[in-house]
């Protein structure tokens, strides 16, 4: 099953028409304060006009706790719903702009390894 899933990858990689791929890539960027923000994105798709982050999340819990906003599952858990990471891929998203000059971060998307689903977050 691992082997579909990074069969699965490799191929939505190669469907974004890539100029760049870039695994574990080490980010670094100015906050207002004079100090840096630090972190690491899992999957960056460069390409000829934009970038495309992807991080990966190993959680094993049901499609419907991934996708379903805690507002409308009656419950106010946020644990498992994959908006809960909107902040941490804005923070990369600025990082990579910034690393990059001149090209925007179009798609922030979660892939949920253990489901094969990925997701995109609007940041």
Not at 34 to 47: C, N, P, S, T
Not at 74 to 94: E, M, R, V, W
Request: glycine share 6%; charged share 25%.
């Amino acid at each position: 099953e691992i082997l579909q899933v990074v069969e699965g990858v490799k191929q939505f990689v190669k469907s974004k028409d890539p100029v760049n791929v870039y695994h574990e890539l080490a980010l670094i960027a100015p906050k207002d304060n004079g100090q840096y923000f630090k972190g690491e994105a899992d999957l960056v798709i460069e390409r000829e006009n934009d970038i495309i982050l992807i991080d990966y999340k190993t959680y094993q819990g049901s499609r419907e706790q991934i996708l379903t906003p805690p507002e409308k599952s009656g419950k106010n858990d946020k644990s498992f719903y994959a908006g809960k990471y909107a902040p941490q891929l804005k923070t990369y998203k600025q990082m990579i702009e910034h690393s990059f000059p001149g090209k925007k971060v179009s798609q922030c998307l979660i892939f949920y390894v253990m489901q094969g689903l990925v997701v995109e977050v609007k940041v």
